[in-house]
């Protein structure tokens, strides 16, 4: 059973950056990819970034590109998301998530409060 634990988030100011980190536990990570989707009160989760587990291919949202960059450690089992640039409308609650099987991303980490302040 794959467990995702996120660390990193904060408040930042407008133009900062931050790290967010992701570890999966429970044995070596083989599934398909990781991500992060991001929430804020009264709108439904959406997508932010993704990677494929084993080749590496990479996958933004249009609203992140050239921002924000995932990468991972295969040895330490872990995602990481860099984000640059950072902007209010980017505060939300970030989620980690993997997909496990063919079906979709079908496990989440607990989230992690990311505030830009004006």
């Known amino acids: ?19 967010l980190s992701c570890a999966a536990s429970g044995g070596a990570f083989n599934g398909y990819a990781m991500g992060w989707f991001r929430q804020t009160p009264g709108k439904e989760r959406e997508f932010v970034a993704s990677m494929r587990w084993a080749g590496g291919s ?38 980690c998530a993997a997909q496990t099987n063919r079906e979709g991303y079908n496990v989440w980490g607990q989230g992690t409060q990311v505030t830009v302040s004006s």
């Open 58 to 95: 990479t996958y933004y949202a249009d609203s992140v590109k050239g921002r924000f960059t995932i990468s991972r450690d295969r040895g330490l089992n872990s995602v990481y998301l860099r984000m640059n640039s950072l902007q209010p409308e980017d505060t939300a609650v970030y989620y």
């Open 1 to 19: 059973q794959v467990h995702l634990t996120e660390s990193g988030g904060g408040l930042v100011q407008a133009g900062g950056s931050l790290r």
